[in-house]
């Protein structure tokens, strides 16, 4: 699992076989695809490091190990787990599956870090990737990890396949923050909202990453303290991380007036260079407002307050993070933007 791709989760969506909860969700994947009434488009929904990408990933190794949906293997099917010996296993793992397009932010060669956003120029090649055959006869499948990563022009050059698939292909759509997904991409997509894990699925997931026993005082302690996130959970195995945590939970409790000297506090704490603290922070910050943003709310203008909110703040951190700014200024313009959000 992992997430930028899941934030901060340490074992890649691409090579992992297992996967800890949401076994609901994946229920519904299997009866959609063995259906024969497969939807082309899933957008996949939840708070960063709950294993959305692990299950976009399942999904797609499952269908291209299983090209049929109506194969006696597929109907008998209890999961959508693949062998890790499979060779449509192996391919993925080694990002060698040629019909599999994955979509997400990529290593700028000049700076050595990851461009702000995905491409647009990469959502295009979704238009070859689908207009061509499939290399073996079945399906052709796109991950965009993450769609929040988009820039309006990709959204919109992702909405024109989105709009006339081709016939046996799918698109599997990881954000998270599906509220402040553009409509129009919204209304095109089956929907799959994933909950946070309980605590006892964070603590095994924790035990696979690690190689710690899943009675590890420390893996339970990051797990209650994770909200359910595999990816937060991991950061939390830092004691330096779990402080910055409860000093950002006790400003978050003031809003919408968080204390200035606090907010000074925290900007101390974050100065310097370390990219686990801010990371650790942004994912605070993401998941409170990934909590404003589900999809069930029904006041409009907060909705719409949120989801500016964090085209701001992560445009912010991101500037931050790209050119070594100053953290103390992030710290009292993210706060800025969530006391908007909650008044």
């Not at 929904?45 to 269908?63: E, H, M, N, S, W």
């Not at 929907?191 to 946070?196: A, G, I």
């Not at 919408?256 to 506090?265: E, I, M, S, T």
């Amino acid at each position: 699992m992992s997430e930028d791709r899941d934030e901060g989760e340490a074992l890649a969506p691409s090579t992992t076989t297992v996967l800890f909860g949401h076994q609901d969700a994946e229920q519904t994947l299997l009866n959609a695809y063995r259906s024969g009434r497969m939807p082309h488009a899933w957008l996949i929904g939840g708070q960063p490091g709950i294993g959305k990408a692990t299950l976009a990933y399942r999904l797609a190794r499952f269908v291209l190990a299983h090209p049929d949906p109506a194969a006696a293997d597929v109907q008998a099917a209890e999961s959508l787990g693949v062998a890790g010996d499979h060779p449509v296993t192996r391919r993925m793992a080694a990002r060698a599956q040629g019909d599999l397009l994955v979509l997400e932010r990529v290593v700028n060669e000049q700076t050595g870090k990851l461009f702000t956003t995905i491409r647009v120029d990469d959502v295009r090649r979704t238009v070859g990737f689908f207009g061509a055959t499939a290399a073996e006869g079945g399906w052709r499948i796109a991950i965009v990890d993450a769609i929040d990563d988009l820039q309006r022009e990709g959204a919109n050059a992702l909405l024109k396949i989105l709009e006339e698939p081709p016939p046996r292909t799918l698109l599997l759509l990881i954000s998270h923050s599906p509220g402040r997904e553009l409509p129009t991409i919204r209304s095109r997509c089956r929907r799959l909202l994933l909950r946070p894990l309980d605590r006892d699925d964070v603590v095994r997931a924790l035990a696979a990453a690690t190689g710690r026993n899943a009675d590890d005082p420390e893996l339970v302690q990051a797990a209650e303290a994770s909200d359910g996130s595999v990816g937060r959970a991991l950061r939390f195995l830092d004691e330096k991380a779990l402080a910055l945590r409860q000093r950002v939970l006790d400003l978050m409790a003031q809003l919408p007036n968080p204390d200035p000297r606090a907010l000074h506090a925290l900007g101390d704490a974050l100065s310097g260079t370390d990219p686990e603290a801010l990371a650790t922070f942004m994912d605070m910050v993401n998941g409170w407002l990934s909590a404003q943003l589900q999809p069930q709310a029904n006041d409009v203008a907060r909705l719409n307050k949120a989801a500016e909110a964090w085209e701001r703040v992560n445009r912010a951190a991101r500037d931050v993070d790209a050119y070594n700014l100053e953290r103390k200024p992030l710290v009292f313009t993210v706060f800025g933007e969530l006391a908007k959000t909650a008044r």
